[in-house]
């Protein structure tokens, strides 16, 4: 098993709770200093630099909000003169007012050396030649593998998003070893190459690197067939530091959490206490070794679970499970908290793809309503009412084991659920409260 | 002697029908029998077309949810007790029936009834043995 940084990736977690805890109550000091935003919230709960000694005081500090970076527009939060900046990326975000992240050389060098790490996780080395197919640009995901990718010393061939044939006359030409897209580009690319009656063969592709949007197992199952690689998953967040918060390694049990850099917490989004390892939450980062935009305690809105089992390939950072959702689609229905990813892994059961729907939840008589709408699938229709019935009551047993609460199934046509470009509508709340 | 089915899934919504019905029309597919089993939310539309492999193509890429499944048509006495000739045979040998449903056909004097059965090829067996006439779908097509 290669590792980048065997140091930090394999360290003990005694150690590692060492390294963090004297990192922690550095960058403490430095916000409360250097960051009016910060100090004024940590006054507010009666917090000074001092109290925080070691990760278990990290529970005790403020949370940070996306609506934190909107209101500080643009510059805000910086925790350094802006003459200390070298780099400046943004995102679009789907909602509102974009958010604006700023490095300072050390902080680009720290982007690398996570990066680094997730590109060695997929077998990548000196020998290597990365097509890296992000959007170069504002968007962090192209520069950001960019420079992970020369820190190991692989060729890199920075072609950005777009231009499938020349992507394809460029990966066969080049040799390319290594992929950098995201899941669905990737996918699209296996079509295109078969299409333009590429074999597998006449490729040298080994693995990829895919993230920036969720993805399926059974489409992580259909890259690797397809294109005759390892797909290798991975989950970055531009306010934390972009691609690179966590990378699988070739087990593909979890993404390892460079913690020397950033750390996670798992929270229940309701209560904000903090959850033990196993529970499903709300992960959280606190970033210990960034200059430009520290953070603390970000509340990302992604559902995760953490482990800290060491992993079968030797590194002992603690691994995030894939995001499994958002809590802003929670919803609480007769004070039971229900994510739609929850409703998702029930309908998963009942077929090979999940099936879309739609959660249509109302107000009766003081009472709430769930009702789940459920488009037909060739996989699943039948002619025979009788086994569709059947469907309807396994799905409605799934929802009631895993959420304790009565929903009404309904099956409807294929189609009939609004699409929305990117981020599926999957809620209609017509309680008026 | 087995007659092809094409089942399309409808939500309970006027106007649904009406849209099956004229997807195949478009492409010259007649319909020779028809029936619908529902629900308080969804139907079952069954039909009988002249081109049902066409008929399955043409339902799919309007958009509908389309499958098909192997029947049995019989020709049964148009008079009391007609079709519970033919039902105590399939039961006598233990042969459940799914669902059934009758058409009309051209003879006055005999029904044509369609029977959805566990076991098709062993259906047509019994039923043949007791001289009841199990219809050729080539026949029951062009009807
Ligand atoms: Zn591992």
Redesign the interface.
Known sequence: MQYWNSTYECMSREEMRKVQSERLSNIVKKIYHNVPFYRAKMQKKGIEPGDIKSVDDLKNLPFTYKQDLRDNYPYGLFAVPTSEIVRIHASSGTTGKQTVVGYTRRDLDTWAEVIARTLTCAGASKESFIQVAYGYGLFTGGLGVHYGAERIGASVIPISGGNTSRQLQIMKDFGTTHLACTPSYALYLAEELEEAGFKKGDLKLKAGVFGAEPWSANMRNEIEERLGILAIDIYGLSEVIGPGVASECPCKCGMHIPEDHFIPEIINPETEEVLSPGEKGEIVFTTITKEGLPLIRYRTRDLSVLNYDVCECGRTSVRMSKVSGRTDDMLIIRGVNVFPSQIESVLLEIGETAPHYLLVVDRVDNLDILEIQVE???GL??????K??EIEGKIKKGIESTLGINAKI???????IERSEGKAKRVIDKRKI | MLVKQISVFLENKSGRLAEVTKSLGNEGIDISALSIADTTDFGILRLIVNQPEKAEKVLKENGFTVSSTNVIAIEVEDKPGGLAVALDVLESESIGIEYMYAFIGKSEEKALVILRVEDSQKAIEVLNNKNIKVIPSKEVYEL
């Not at chain 1, 309904?410 to 189609?415: C, D, F, H, S, Y």
């Open positions: 037909m699938t060739p229709f039948s002619d025979e009412v009788k569709l019935e309904r099956l409807v046509e294929p189609k009939s």
